[in-house]
């Protein structure tokens, strides 16, 4: 009978142990985005660096297997990738790096919200999966939005005055 309740017992624990991972990975909050360093490159893609933090306020520590991330600017994917996996004590917060290359040309409508200084927001769908026990996985998903007008305004704006003094160049060495 002992053996049959102890049985039952564990049976318990580990059935709630997946519900409790489960509200600890969605209270798990990624917290203070900085981005360090924002630009263009060689090939004309904007660039952006920085750093995040995962904050676990559960009493357990969270293993997270991986973080994939998908980018996207007007529904369009400019990026995505993977974080690799990290363990973030209980109560504490683990620090990640990032770093991406854009793949993102503005069309006509949106260069002109950008130089009205109207919002153009990134969206970044995270997705995270957590494990416990070493043989199951829960899912978590976040979305985080981010406002990108300020940051590649300049960016936009000088390709636009590259472009109108070629167009510029070009219209006066027809009429020669």
């Known amino acids: 009978m002992k053996k049959v309740l102890l049985i039952i017992l564990l049976i318990s624990i580990l059935s709630i142990f997946p ?26 893609l904007f660039t952006v660096e920085g750093a995040g933090e995962l904050y676990n306020p559960g009493m357990i ?22 974080i690799a996996g990290m363990t973030i004590p209980a109560g504490e917060a683990v620090e990640f790096p990032f770093s991406e290359e854009i793949d993102w040309v503005p069309d006509a409508g949106t260069v002109q919200e950008i130089l009205a200084g109207q919002n153009v927001t990134l969206v970044i769908y995270t997705e995270a999966d957590v494990s416990y026990l070493y043989f199951f996985t829960v899912t978590g998903e976040k979305e985080i939005e981010l406002s990108i007008t300020q940051l590649v305004k300049p960016y936009v704006e000088a390709q636009v005055a590259a472009l109108s003094e070629k167009l510029l160049r070009m219209l006066l060495s027809e009429n020669e």
Request: glycine fraction near 6%; charge should be neutral.
């Open 19 to 44: 519900i409790y991972q489960l509200i600890a990975l969605n209270n798990v909050a990624i917290q203070n985005f900085t981005i360090k360093d924002f630009g263009m490159n060689s090939r004309l």
């Open 61 to 82: 520590p969270v293993t997270i297997r991986e973080i994939n991330y998908i980018g996207t600017i007007k529904n369009e994917t400019v990026f995505e990738g993977a």
